[in-house]
């Protein structure tokens, strides 16, 4: 399944592949008047931390084992990618 979302000065495109908590995006980011897509990394279905009652929520992170304290969707989930490559890339 490719989801995609273009909307405030995003262009991202991610493949989706497994299922439940085995689920991974691959995602794709298309840079402002460019034609093609960069692979930036892959996104990790998991739930979120134990707080309060959004326990064991499914939610979407960047960060392949770690839960995140509150819900974010996919497109959340691959701007925080996006942030970190963008950091990597400046190194």
Known sequence: ??????KNGFDIKA???GTGYD???????KP???E??????Q????????????RDTGTWHH????????KKSWHEAAKNLYQVFRKSAKV
Not at 36 to 41: E, S, V
Request: proline share 2%.
């Open 1 to 6: 399944m490719t989801l995609t979302y273009s």
């Open 15 to 17: 493949t989706v592949t």
């Open 23 to 29: 689920t991974v995006a691959d995602v794709m980011y």
């Open 32 to 34: 402002y008047g460019e």
């Open 36 to 41: 093609d897509y960069l692979q930036i990394g």
């Open 43 to 54: 996104i990790y279905k998991t739930t979120t931390g134990a707080c309060g009652t959004t």
């Open 63 to 70: 960060v392949k084992g770690a839960s995140p304290f509150s």
